[in-house]
């Protein structure tokens, strides 16, 4: 893979042509910069930018006094290779609060498609309704210690307004929810999205996370998609390495709260 030529693709597709996310979500253009804004349980904030030292201090300045107006806290996603090299400091400064950085992989989705064995007793099972996404949510809070009610309702939300761009697994052990994921589709782009891969402590080892990572990529095949991306943790960058996942760029949300 051109990884130059591919991370330009990413940006043009899934950041400056972005499609909103849900119902009641729109996508902006103000000057060099692309945001979205929703709903509280949506993600807010600016998926790309294209500033240079000049105008950088002016744009983030704009981007709070928007999302202050709008009474929404946000994040700036900001990606490795955004300018200028210095808009790091400059969102410090201006307030905002850095989280765990990321590193954006991407695959040719045929090459990591092949079938991984599951466990004895594990199956896979989609997810098409509420009792389901809750499902996934519970997995997700356990697998995470984090709160995921707002994450479902985004999802319940797609399900109910584009049901072709997410699909979402559970595997089930005897029946009982033990790990989950989900896949995103935009429809005009070239990529399919890994996201909210989450294993339970004592199923981990077990190659679930291959073999949903393995399941999704068929899916993603089948509609027609040529790349997988994802936004790998330092736990799942490895796994991803050997599965033959190359890293494109590195993501950090940084986050403004109201």
């Not at 099972?125 to 509420?130: L, N």
């Not at 009982?176 to 199923?203: C, I, K, M, N, Q």
Request: glycine share 10%; charged share 25%.
């Amino acid at each position: 893979m051109d990884l130059i030529a591919l991370r330009t693709l990413h940006d043009r597709q899934l950041r400056i042509a972005a499609a909103p996310e849900g119902p009641g979500s729109r996508v902006e253009r103000d000057g060099l910069v692309v945001r979205t804004t929703g709903p509280a349980h949506a993600w807010n904030g600016v998926l790309w930018s294209g500033l240079g030292p000049a105008d950088a201090d002016a744009a983030i300045a704009a981007q709070i006094a928007h999302f202050r107006a709008a009474e929404r806290s946000f994040e700036w996603k900001l990606y490795g290779h955004d300018g200028p090299a210095d808009l790091p400091g400059r969102l410090l400064a201006a307030g905002f609060v850095p989280d765990e950085r990321e590193t954006v992989m991407v695959a040719e989705a045929r090459t990591v498609a092949a079938p991984v064995p599951l466990p004895d007793g594990v199956t896979l099972a989609a997810v098409t309704d509420e009792e389901g996404v809750r499902k996934v949510a519970d997995v997700q809070a356990r697998a995470f210690g984090a709160d995921s009610s707002e994450s479902a309702q985004r999802m319940l939300d797609q399900l109910a307004a584009a049901p072709g761009t997410i699909v979402a697994v559970l595997a089930l052990a005897d029946g009982v929810p033990v790990s989950s994921a989900r896949l995103d589709l935009t429809p005009g782009t070239d990529f399919a999205g890994l996201y909210g891969g989450g294993t339970l402590a004592e199923w981990r080892g077990r190659g679930l996370y291959r073999a949903l990572v393995a399941h999704r990529a068929r899916l993603a095949v089948d509609r027609g998609y040529r790349y997988l991306q994802v936004d790998a943790r330092d736990t799942s960058r490895p796994i991803l390495a050997r599965l033959g996942f190359a890293e494109l760029t590195t993501t950090t949300p940084y986050l403004y709260e109201f």
